[in-house]
């Protein structure tokens, strides 16, 4: 599951463009006495064998309408019940299959959540029984919570059932995690379990389906219809079953002899290849690298509407968001984006989450933090070091910027609710975790490590401690520590790192301290010492709360360089000088050098050495460095501007990067200089939307009517970022005329794509003339406060609500002032 995207997509991608506003959804959440709880793995009484479904779809009524035949044996103790999870179901028949014949059982439906059913006998260990249910699924009729990863669980869905909303397509998709199967398919819905399966569906003759495994027999009947069958050969867990139904076209590509499939609507099919073509070169690359060849009989990716989520690992058939479906012109500026990383993450999943599958919720780290470390992996593998190292940044700082993640652990035996674990210590800090391990162990003894865990443990449930073992056996080396500090405490270090160099004895000393409260944490780490000419290394341990460290040295260090692999999850406090923050920009070789550069020099464009540093950056070899340096630069100093305006002219017009064209044209657009004007213009024809959304942004500010005539023209074809320059130059100069065409952008675009249109969308609910627009513009808000709520965007809605108050109060709206003031009400007292 990565949940990054939807939230992030914590929902952060949902929080893109928020700025200063941005919200993290895991800070929200309060504790509660329910916090102390342990969550023990659920005991095993019977195991799955097998699962064999038939089902059908009323798109009426939003029912299945289900055949199940489930093959199970006791664990280790004799018994004679069962008991599955089912939620919300009508059980019609529930029967111990005997010779080929039904023979009815007597059961129990416990709150229309779990059924207790008693078996025929008493069963042992040695014996396997297969139980019969015919049942009715009703998930629309369900009320589940969702969680920051996945804001709905009711398992099943089905999208635009009636046909009734123009331009979306007809489908019905399924979601597992947690415990979503269960509302679709009695199971024992746990992670623990394994079961091979067999799903048939019956649909209509022109729909597409998808499902785990192969597909092994097509049989179209008289009626229309066609039933088709999947089967999964291979045991797994019962969130990982996945149905998909709906007008797809398939793309077939192949890793050596395995089917690899693409699925996507049919406007999309032609972009198929450039979407999701890496994939064969991701399973070589993971394959190899894990010394696991990939396990399963094919691998397929659907694209879905109205995911709740960003995407999920499906065992061989994982189902994404929209947001990872991109057109040519969009794929211009989407270099590592989310849809690049997500199909990264989830294809990791297939071992880690899917071949060893976290023994239980508390245990998810094995499967969650190993695909948000694969996101990495694979951009260092792909696209270099240095993107690589900037993906890992800005998932350390996620984590770092959310209050309350530092009191929890990474494996978390106690919580309020399973739907909790899935936050930024699961993902963003697991994921810096594995790369301070790998780092520590060396990157063959850690893949040695992960290949020998995944063995042993193959096609059954994992934990941290079958890790630690693993990495043991291969490196040698004592863990305890480690896992001790990472795993099972919680927080990091916050680091206070100052220097010191004594002529008289040419000494360089070093002072460490960790001002974090709670633990001290153990810290090997690289140093890296410049002086006279040459670097040298030094490998040491930080293990107490202050340590002092002493170095020779003839000379005066140019650059003492701390933590010099760049991988500790530290908030850090770093006493050098602006010199040795040039020096490190210019000599150091990471993106964390050079960022660390770039950002203290970016307060201090006062001195030359600041100057230096930020001009140099705006040539730096990585896009992303050259646009933070862009984004730094001080144009009210005469000094920078200067010197910064032809290079900020160049990168505007030649960067091979769209991304770094789109943020120079901005800088630029930001300075209202109207000799700039033919170059803004001059832009707007290129194939980059992010070129054209600054371009129009800056036309804005300064030829405001102008600007609303470009937009018109780019109404009929518009994405991301493009999209969201529309709504604001509509936002701060538009009228009513466009009203119409703002709020269905606004209400048709995924939650992911909605969020960054937020506060263009407000502003003009907040100064449009007809009250009935902007009545419609607050209910919007406040449905989507709502619906969200949960994930703490609701004190952001409400302060947007209360600003449009003011506006229409100002206008005599008083009929939209009060509905304002309704939606405020109505998001604070949402549970």
Known sequence: MNFKKITPFILSA????????????????????????????????????????????????????GKEWVTLRPHFYPTDTLRLDAKGMDLKTIAIVKNGKN??????????????IQLDKVYHNNESYTIYIDYTAKPNELHVKGSAAINDAKGLYFINPDGTEKDKPIQIWTQGETTGSSCWFPTIDLSEQKTTDEISMTVLNKYVTLSNGKLVSQK??????RTDTWRQDLPHSPYLFMMAVGDFKIYKDKWQNKEVSYYLEPKY???????????????????????????????????????VSGAMENTSATLHGEYVQE??????????????????????????????????????????????????????????????????????????????????????????????????VTY?????????????????????????????????????????????????????????????????????????????????????????????????????????????????????????LSFQSNVKPDLVNVDADKVLLTKKTDDKTL???????????????????????????????????????????????????????????????????????????????TLVRAAAIAKLGALKASGNLALFRQSLSSQSYAVQAAALNAIGLLEPAESLKIAKGFESDNRGALSQAILNTYALNGTDDQWDYVYKKFMDAPAQNKFPLVRSFAAFTGRVTKPENAQAGITALKDLGIKYKQFGVGPFMTGLLTTIKGQRTKMNDEASAKAADEAVKAINDAK
């Open 269 to 307: 099919a032609p972009y198929a290849k450039q979407i999701f073509g890496m994939t064969p070169e991701l399973i070589e690359f993971y394959s190899k690298t894990l010394g696991v060849d990939y396990p399963w009989a094919k691998y397929s990716q659907i694209v879905v509407r109205d995911y």
């Open 103 to 116: 023979i009815p059982l007597k059961f129990r439906y416990d709150d229309s959540l779990t059924v207790a």
């Open 220 to 225: 179209v009947n008289s009626d229309g219809t």
């Open 14 to 65: 949902l929080f893109v463009g928020l700025a200063a506003d941005r919200l993290n959804a895991q800070t929200v959440q309060a504790e509660s006495p329910a916090m102390k709880i342990y969550r023990e793995t659920p005991p095993k009484i019977n195991d799955l064998v097998h699962t064999k479904l038939d089902v059908r779809f009323d798109y009426k009524k939003r029912y299945l309408y």
């Open 428 to 548: 963003q800090k697991g994921g810096r975790i594995l790369n301070m391990l790998r780092n520590y162990l060396g990157k063959e003894a850690f893949y040695k490590g992960l290949g020998l865990y995944l063995k042993t443990n193959a096609y059954k449930e994992g934990e941290p401690q079958q890790l630690r073992l693993a990495l043991e056996q291969v490196s040698g080396r004592d863990l305890n520590w480690f896992f001790n500090q990472w795993y099972y405490g919680a927080g990091h270090p916050e680091l206070k790192i100052s220097y010191k160099y004594d002529e008289a004895t040419k000494t360089e000393t070093v002072y460490l301290a960790q001002t974090q409260d709670g633990q001290t944490f153990k810290l090997p780490m690289a140093i890296d010492i410049y002086a006279g000419g040459k670097k040298n290394r030094y490998k040491v341990w930080m293990n107490d709360k202050t340590d002092t």
């Open 579 to 657: 010199d040795e923050f040039a020096f490190q920009y210019f000599n150091a070789p990471l993106f964390m050098d050079r960022l660390e550069a770039i950002t203290f020099a970016g307060a201090h464009q006062a001195d030359k050495a600041g100057q230096k540093v930020i001009l140099a950056a705006l040539k730096d070899k990585y896009y992303g460095l050259r646009i933070r340096a862009i984004r730094a630069l001080n144009m009210s100093n005469d000094d920078v501007h200067n010197a910064a305006l032809p290079i900020l002219t160049s990168l505007a017009q030649t960067d091979e990067n």
């Open 327 to 424: 057109t040519p012109r969009e794929l211009i500026d989407a270099y590592y984006d989310a849809g690049r990383s997500t199909i990264a993450h989830e294809l990791f999943h297939q071992w880690f989450g899917d071949l060893v599958t976290a023994e239980s919720w508390s245990n998810l780290t094995v499967n969650e933090s190993f695909a948000d470390f694969s996101e990495m992996l694979w951009a260092e593998h792909k696209y270099g070091q240095d993107e690589a190292d900037s993906h890992s940044n800005d998932a350390m700082q996620q984590y770092l910027n959310s209050p309350d993640a530092k009191t929890k652990n990474l494996v978390r035996f106690h919580y309020n609710d399973k739907e909790d674990v899935f936050d930024v």
